[in-house]
């Protein structure tokens, strides 16, 4: 029984996944039809194109298809996907050379609207 019992936690660990601390904040006051995910772009850097903001996405521990898919609930058209946090070496100093610097341990994402006008 107690076999079965860890086992039934575990899974429900499983199924609960990585994310952890998802908050999402949508702008626009009508909601908008959802994409598919497919059709959102996922950026890392403002696109040159005129957008309007539609949805701040944040989520620790989550992916850039996590946030693609958020963003397609939303409607966007692209998510701009920004790292936060990640891993630091006590013995190096300068962030930059840190051996650890391209590491994340969550992602903002910004979901934008490409303006048609």
């Known amino acids: 029984m107690k076999t079965k019992l860890g086992l039934l936690l575990l899974f429900i660990c499983f199924l609960a996944g ?5 908050a999402n904040r949508y702008y626009l ?8 995910v497919s059709e959102v ?15 701040d996405l944040q989520a620790s521990g989550a992916s850039f298809d996590y946030l693609q898919k958020r963003a397609a609930e939303a409607g966007a058209d692209a998510v701009i996907v920004t ?3 990640g891993s630091y070496s006590t013995s190096e100093i300068w962030a930059e050379k840190d051996r650890y610097s391209n590491s994340c341990t969550g992602f903002i994402g910004t979901a934008i609207k490409y303006r048609t006008e």
Do not use: F
Not at 29 to 36: A, S, T, V
Not at 43 to 51: D, G, H, I
């Open 18 to 22: 990585c994310v952890t601390n998802e």
């Open 29 to 36: 006051k009508e909601q908008l039809p959802p994409k598919n």
């Open 83 to 85: 790292c936060t946090g």
């Open 41 to 55: 772009e996922v950026l890392q850097a403002v696109p040159k194109r005129p957008y309007m903001v539609i949805a």
